[in-house]
């Protein structure tokens, strides 16, 4: 099977570039600029990896984004990942990328982006990989910060194909940032929005109504909401849904648990993804495998899951 998935032609539609910081890169940043982490070796950090929750794995990945101060660095971040999409042949990508992690750290704007989108241009040449590079605005921070945010980004607005919405999901319903997601639609941008992971299938209404999203990352609560489910069928709307994610930040207690194929079965257009994959043991087609593993995917259920990934790219 996973001979099979080396060679299927797939999209990844939910990957953070800061969660695909691997612990070797990490070190390497740190020594690089000279910083000092709490974390003796690469051994020890990934021992770390355990969470028990979204806020306790949030913890540790700002903490480790703390590396990154540099354009190179930004570069050699996103390239390692393109260099990963390659060896599993992700075909297009559409990343995240967290502005207000680094600008609150008094890296600029500028320096953020033009590493991360010279390495995806690199990519596009040397690699064959499209992308569409996706802002996203942190949700534990205010509405308000959300538009500095925005307005840093106008300059570059070029650079972005869609505005997302990530972070701590409990208490930060969509509906904080109702405005700032019509400012940017107004301005071109298409939305995305984190939905649905620890928050209730109310967050995932609100993202369809008030931030008028393209896609729902996450969305696997929708299940417990029978009306929700049917407009989700109904509507053709994507879920991209991260297995290893939900299942290290036990959001599901167990693989065999996980509902993505008995949505994908109900007509769901679900997609698989790896959200941060140097957390969460493993990139895109260890997620699948995952699937295989665990829910008995087949190849035919595989085909239809990288299908739907590069039917739902915001870019064509």
């Known amino acids: 099977m996973y001979d099979y998935l080396a060679t299927l032609p797939k999209a990844e539609l939910h990957m953070h570039l800061e969660g695909s910081l691997e612990p070797e890169l990490l070190f390497a940043l740190a020594e690089r600029n000279g910083i000092a982490l709490p974390w003796d070796d690469v051994d020890s950090l990934r021992a770390a990896y355990a969470f028990n929750n979204l806020q306790e794995f949030l913890d540790l990945y700002y903490q480790g984004a703390g590396v990154l101060r540099s354009e190179q660095d930004f570069y050699d971040l996103t390239w390692a990942y393109l260099l990963k999409c390659k060896e599993q042949n992700v075909v297009h990508t559409e990343p995240f990328f967290d502005p207000q992690t680094h600008t609150e750290r008094g890296i600029p704007f500028e320096v953020v982006l033009g590493g991360i989108q010279q390495a995806l241009l690199d990519g596009e040449k040397r690699l064959g990989i499209s992308h569409g590079l996706i802002l996203s605005f942190l949700r534990h921070l205010s509405e308000e910060e959300a538009f500095d945010t925005l307005r840093q980004a106008m300059p570059f607005r070029d650079a972005f194909v869609a505005v997302g919405l990530d972070s701590s999901e409990l ?22 929005a984190h939905a649905g992971e620890e928050g209730p299938p109310e967050y995932i209404w609100q993202a369809l109504d008030l931030l008028k999203v393209q896609r729902i990352d996450h969305g696997v609560r929708a299940s417990e909401d029978e009306r929700l489910m049917q407009r989700l069928i109904d509507e053709q709307i ?3 849904v991260c297995p290893l ?5 036990c959001v599901f207690d167990d693989m065999s648990q996980h509902n993505i194929l008995a949505m994908l079965e109900r007509g769901v257009k ?17 997620n699948f495998m995952a699937l ?11 085909r ?12 064509r």
Not at 292 to 299: F, W
Not at 304 to 315: E, M, P, T, V
């Open 245 to 249: 994610s939900n299942t290290k930040l």
């Open 304 to 315: 239809r899951l990288a299908q739907n990934s590069l039917d739902a790219r915001l870019l």
């Open 238 to 240: 994507p879920l991209t």
């Open 270 to 286: 679900v997609t698989v993804n790896s959200d941060d994959p140097a957390y969460f043991g493993g990139y895109i087609n260890e």
């Open 171 to 192: 208490g930060h319903p969509p509906s904080k940032f109702q405005r700032v997601f019509d400012k940017a639609r107004s301005e071109g941008f298409l939305t995305v």
């Open 292 to 302: 295989h593993e665990s829910l008995g995917m087949t190849e035919q259920q595989a």
